[in-house]
């Protein structure tokens, strides 16, 4: 059991340019989750997988942002034309286990800065 | 809709001292409730969590948490307070997506 895996660590960017997360979960571990946390706050749901299919998004996820996780392993998130109002830490969780009571296992997250 | 209130933005407590940090929810139904710890540069690690059953509910590193249908609260407590406990804690209600409390900071002074 390595954990789960996010990367890169920090990403500065200018306003408008994309980018894209990676999360490698727990090998066994068939849901992904990815948050959002800005500072003072608690991390804020963004979307959900079972496997490879998308379940849950929340309002949160505008139109700029889309997750994949092809084959039900890793997962990407990406953001289009970053805004100055993106810059947070992006975390990722998995889990293995009943819907909304399992333990998730948090990645150290994804530190985005726009500038 | 279901929410988490942590009404303590920061706590000072001295080493040795006991701890208990606040969590009010709100949930239609038995919720699922859990405490998280989180240290700078770490990801979010589970102390404890509460499905059903005994509200007394005992975590990892001396934590503890109870339930209390009542007050609408799930507390976390600590006995005695180490240095290595100072870090951010969420409570969290989970259902068909996971809600976070804002964080409380906590601060050991030696």
């Known amino acids: 059991d390595t954990g789960v895996s996010q990367n890169p660590r920090h990403k500065i960017t200018k306003r408008g340019q994309n980018v894209t997360f990676r999360c490698d979960p727990i090998s066994e571990h068939n849901r992904l989750y990815w948050y959002r946390q800005t500072l003072g706050q608690g991390p804020e749901f963004l979307t959900y997988f079972q496997n490879e299919a998308q379940l849950e998004k929340s309002r949160l996820l505008s139109d700029r942002f889309s997750a994949e996780r092809p084959k039900g392993s890793f997962s990407t998130l990406e953001i289009q034309r970053t805004e100055q109002g993106d810059s947070a830490m992006y975390l990722c969780?998995?889990?293995?286990?009943?819907?909304?009571?399992?333990?998730?296992?948090f990645g150290s997250g994804t530190q985005l800065s726009v500038l | 809709a279901q929410s988490v209130t942590q009404p303590d933005i920061h706590i000072t407590v001295s080493e040795g001292a006991s701890l208990e940090l606040r969590c009010n929810y709100s949930y239609g139904a038995t919720p699922y409730l859990f405490w998280y710890v989180q240290s700078p540069g770490q990801g979010l690690q589970l102390l404890l969590k509460?499905?059903?059953?005994?509200?007394l509910v005992q975590g990892i590193k001396g934590f503890e948490a109870e339930f209390k249908r009542s007050q609408s609260s799930f507390n976390l407590r600590k006995p005695s307070v180490h240095w290595s406990d100072a870090a951010e804690y969420f409570c969290a209600v989970g259902a068909h997506d996971m809600r976070f409390g804002a964080g409380t900071r906590l601060t050991v002074k030696p």
């Open positions: 509460y499905f059903s059953g005994d509200t």
């Open positions: 969780a998995s889990s293995l286990g009943p819907r909304g009571a399992e333990k998730l296992f």
